[in-house]
């Protein structure tokens, strides 16, 4: 294994069996690719980039689907409407249809959508604490890949 290197996460998964009842997913590391497994299937719905843009822009405000649709640069109409309801099912935006000619439809987060902007935050902090590491760490990978290719 070269200087540097971990283990791929596939083979730092925990192979004891779970006790009865318990789910299997659920006892594995976040990167599980357990098929079928729902903590998996929600992380990979949020933390995409667009559920990301609109839990962002939501954040503290109401906004129409036709602001949104403005301030979410490189999202299409289409992927918009999609994301919404998916972030409307997942219980994290809320939306509010006004019985008006033409109809008004506002979103908003819901107080589970709020600690989920928080949880990003967190995230967010983290990438700039750490963001002079992760660059050295990528230059010397990068060295080190262009020697390997050089020799």
Same mark, same amino acid.
């Given at each position: 294994m070269d200087v540097g290197a971990t283990q791929s996460p596939s083979a730092l998964k925990d192979t004891t069996p779970s =006790? =009865? %009842?318990?789910?299997?997913?659920? +006892?594995h590391q976040l990167w599980d690719t357990h098929h %079928?497994? *729902?903590?998996r299937e929600l992380l990979d719905q949020i933390a995409n980039k667009r559920s990301m843009t609109v839990i962002a822009l939501l954040h503290g405000r109401t906004l129409r689907s036709s !602001? &949104? $649709?403005r301030e979410a640069n490189g999202i299409? =109409? +289409? #992927?918009?409407t999609h994301t919404l309801r998916q972030l409307e099912r997942d219980g994290l935006v809320s939306r509010t249809v006004h019985p008006v000619v033409p109809?008004? #439809? !506002? @979103?908003? &987060?819901? =107080? &589970? %959508? #709020? $600690?989920? @902007?928080?949880?990003?935050n967190v995230l967010v902090a983290w990438g700039e604490r750490h963001e002079a590491e992760i660059t050295a760490a *990528?230059?010397?990978y990068d060295h080190r890949i262009a020697a390997r290719r050089s020799s």
């Amino acid at each position: 294994m070269d200087v540097g290197a971990t283990q791929s996460p596939s083979a730092l998964k925990d192979t004891t069996p779970s =006790p =009865p %009842g318990e789910d299997q997913c659920a +006892r594995h590391q976040l990167w599980d690719t357990h098929h %079928g497994c *729902r903590i998996r299937e929600l992380l990979d719905q949020i933390a995409n980039k667009r559920s990301m843009t609109v839990i962002a822009l939501l954040h503290g405000r109401t906004l129409r689907s036709s !602001e &949104l $649709s403005r301030e979410a640069n490189g999202i299409t =109409p +289409r #992927v918009l409407t999609h994301t919404l309801r998916q972030l409307e099912r997942d219980g994290l935006v809320s939306r509010t249809v006004h019985p008006v000619v033409p109809p008004r #439809v !506002e @979103y908003q &987060l819901t =107080p &589970l %959508g #709020v $600690s989920l @902007y928080e949880t990003f935050n967190v995230l967010v902090a983290w990438g700039e604490r750490h963001e002079a590491e992760i660059t050295a760490a *990528r230059t010397a990978y990068d060295h080190r890949i262009a020697a390997r290719r050089s020799s």
